[in-house]
């Protein structure tokens, strides 16, 4: 099969600048009348190195890095991490760039063992696992445990409780229905909120364990069809994800993770003490369709063919947890970086980063933003070799365990701070780079004009018309005004670059729909499928 | 976007465009005092958002017309250092309140939700905890930041007119 990957090679020509699209001639390219920033010769030099620079990402690169990087699971903390950072280094290498890697010691858990049962009616185990499908071929490998990040462990046993989304206000409605879920088994499903404030409200409000399901009503079978025949959540679809609430590793907030760092104590690290499960929404219909009890409000019916209840039971369920915390519980994490020297303003840092680990084969989240990168760092190489090196420092990044916290580039980021706050001019974060064909980006009001304009010079994978013209279309704003941005609150690597250290940030990438976030169905045959079939 | 921020003379960041966008957060805060019935405004941000809008678009001229000559490296090297103070004014290193590891006052995730994001969260925290004094301090240390953002600014217009 012929991999194209036509969204990932335009993410790339956003990433390095992007005069033109290929196969449009020189004379055709309507010079803009001005770059901010530069001297009339300098913006005509630019736009040759740009024009330069647009015909270099080839999708051809991007699909043989994207199969690479996707060809098994790569949860950070297991040796398939070793893997992806010798791949990425030798790529950077083999063009020529100066190569580093830093290792930090993270206080990282894993779960060794996760299991749920449903104990009445009907004793049974539920089946934690997405399986094979197979027209996936990464589908039948080891699949990755049903983990949430950080959450506590243990084995209880409870009455279930349906919390809707688990959000601060669910459970005053709760209150106000007179119920507890005090040493409940909560079931709460995903959306609204960060899995990390659901796992934090469970537990404060005195709750045994929480189960966190994919509802369908939110990526399933009522947004479209499923997967393997469309792209949303099958039925035994899971999300995994982190649900601590902080950035980096929560025994060293504000201090790299360098071996031998002084750090607190876990208990007082702010992580779940209760065990949290992810399930998929065929689990949690074992556990939902019988609850009974309390009516929910309306707005808590979800997508599964029954009415909901809210509890307390009948049903019970049983939760039990095991991780590595007494044996092994501090695992080596790795960034990779690339860098290529300016001529004039070396000290001057352009970073560009993308996270390198993955609940899965992760070939969206995040394979598609570490190719990015790789395709922008081949080449600025090349560029450097004839004789255009960029002015300033560029850096290109990948991050380890973004997935359970952003937390190699937090770390990186308390590790570097003095020479990031000197000479950080911006930190360009591609994380999903493609896997839809609807282009968006974000960042800090600074940036956003710099990003439109580069956006208006690449053409549109549909081919009509721009990036930026297909872009301004589907927001339905007006001629005059511009497409919505994202504001960088969190939940990437840009948070220590953007909300620690105030360094202007800036990200982008295609989107679209889908259910396989933090999957194992984000897999290169999904991608190949439904996200980025070129 | 790498190379066109790699390769600029002057740092092509838009605080024109980030002053305007400031701007239409305050309808909001001050929404929010009066619906408590507090005594008190926004009005100290306010003016320093205006400053700051008008350094910046001096600064916008500024650079255009300076790029019409040649500038030396050093010029350069010194108004870039400015520009890179602009943001980094609007943090401070205590952080936030709640969350002291987040320096950044324009955005942060709001700490009761974690998806959806919370703009001026010294000053919106402020007010959710119902402290009228602490949401005036908050206020008036932001425009404070404001100002020195502005002054950032002003610094890179200076060393360009030379």
Known sequence: MTIHSAFLAHAARVAIAAAGAVGIIAAQIQAPVTMPGYSAAGAEAEGRVEAAAIALPAPGNAGQYARALSREPHVSGTPAQARTRDYVIERMRSWGLETSVRAYEVWMPHPTSVRVWRVSPDARELQLAEGPISADSTSSLPEVLPINGYGGSGDVTGEVVYVNYGLIEDYATLDSLGVSVRGKIVLARYGRSFRGIKAREAERHAAAALLIYSDPQDDGFVRGDVYPAGPMRPAQGIQRGSVFNGAGDPTTPGTPSRKGAARIAPAQAGVSRIPVVPISYGNATELLRDVRGTAIPQSWQGGLPFRYHVGPGPVTARVAVATDTATAPFKTIWDTFGIIRGTEFPDEMIIIGGHRDAWGPGAADNVSGTVSVLEAARTVAELAKRGMRPKRTIVFATWDAEEWGVIGSTEYVEDDTVRLLRGGVAYLNQDVAAQGPSFGGGGSPSLRATLRSLARLVDDPSGKGSVYDVWHRASGVSDTAEPPMGDPGGGSDFAGFYNHLGIPHADWGFGGAGGVYHSAYDSRHWMETFGDPG | ?162
Do not use: H
């Open chain 2, 1 to 162: 976007m790498a190379l066109r921020l790699a390769n600029a003379d002057i740092l092509p960041y838009d605080y024109v465009e980030f002053a305007r966008t400031m701007r239409r957060y305050l309808p909001a805060v001050d929404q929010a005092i009066s619906s408590r019935k507090w005594q008190m405004s926004s009005s100290t941000l306010s003016a320093a958002i205006d400053r700051m809008a008008r350094s910046a678009a001096t600064f916008t001229t500024t650079r255009d017309s300076a790029l019409m000559r040649t500038l030396t490296t050093q010029t350069r090297t010194a108004a870039n250092a400015a520009l890179l103070r602009v943001e980094r004014s609007l943090t401070r290193p205590e952080g936030l309140r709640t969350r002291p590891w987040l320096r950044n006052l324009i955005y942060a995730a709001d700490e009761n939700n974690g998806y959806a994001n919370i703009v001026f969260p010294s000053v919106n925290e402020a007010i959710r905890t119902g402290d009228t004094a602490l949401t005036q301090r908050e206020i008036d240390d932001l425009a404070r930041r404001f100002d020195a953002a502005s002054a950032a600014l002003d610094d890179a217009t200076r060393i360009l007119r030379r």
